[in-house]
């Protein structure tokens, strides 16, 4: 399995708290991605990563912001969690842009009350 | 947006049967992929195939692509048990990113 770690796995915060969810690998990849996963939506992307300090947006980028001042670690921010951000969180890394086979975390269940 | 669509949204068979799932997308592509998540975990790569290729065989999976009609699908043959998951398509046009569909989630009967 490939070496990813989502921390933490389950929180619980309440709506306008900033929330933190960290992403850490040990496979050195250059790629690495947050989804979300919400039924009747699939994964949708929210930020990903092409190497330190260059991040894009994905489809579902509003309210989150990401930094990667490492090669191993990926941080999905939530500055003021929102009820409909109540998801499942998932980090993926890929080493070939062009195949772009994903690993996955474990991910990380939020819940904002 | 999806990209991709996964169709049916759910499915149940007898063990030992083949299960077909279907997958269709909207724009052009590089490649596709399918990912299987068993309940409360991530998603694991099964197989990728790519837009000049028909058919893709890995142990049970049988994967084909028409890139005509914009579809594909994933063959599990003799399925078992623990083949229990949501599968999901995932297209792939060369960039960084990959777009998934919404998922079958499949049910072995044993």
């Known amino acids: 399995d490939a070496g990813i770690t989502q921390s933490p796995r389950h929180k619980v915060t309440e709506t306008g708290t900033p929330v933190t969810l960290r992403c850490h690998q040990t496979?050195?990849?250059?790629?690495m991605y947050w989804y979300r996963q919400d039924p009747g939506h699939g994964l949708r992307l929210i930020h990903y990563s092409y190497g330190v300090k260059d991040t894009d947006k994905g489809e579902v980028s509003d309210g989150y912001s990401v930094s990667r001042s490492k090669t191993e670690d990926f941080l999905l921010t939530l500055e003021s969690a929102t009820s409909s951000q109540t998801s499942v969180y998932f980090c993926?890394?890929?080493?070939?842009?062009?195949?772009?086979?994903?690993?996955f975390g474990e991910g990380s269940r939020l819940t904002v009350l | 947006s999806q990209q991709g669509e996964e169709d049916p949204q759910a499915l149940s068979i007898q063990e030992g049967e083949n299960a077909t799932m279907n997958c269709s997308y909207k724009?052009?592509?590089?490649?596709l992929q399918w990912y299987r998540q068993n309940s409360g975990r991530g998603l694991v790569h099964l197989i990728l195939i790519r837009s000049n290729e028909r058919e893709k065989h890995s142990g049970r999976l049988r994967v084909t692509l028409d890139t005509s009609k914009k579809s594909s699908s994933l063959l599990i043959t003799a399925s078992r048990a623990a083949d229990t998951a949501s599968y999901f398509c995932a297209t792939g046009r060369g960039n960084e990113k990959l777009t998934f569909g919404t998922g079958t989630r499949l049910t072995i009967i044993p």
């Open positions: 496979e050195n990849h250059r790629y």
């Open positions: 724009t052009s592509i590089n490649n």
């Open positions: 993926a890394i890929s080493a070939v842009q062009t195949t772009g086979e994903l690993f």
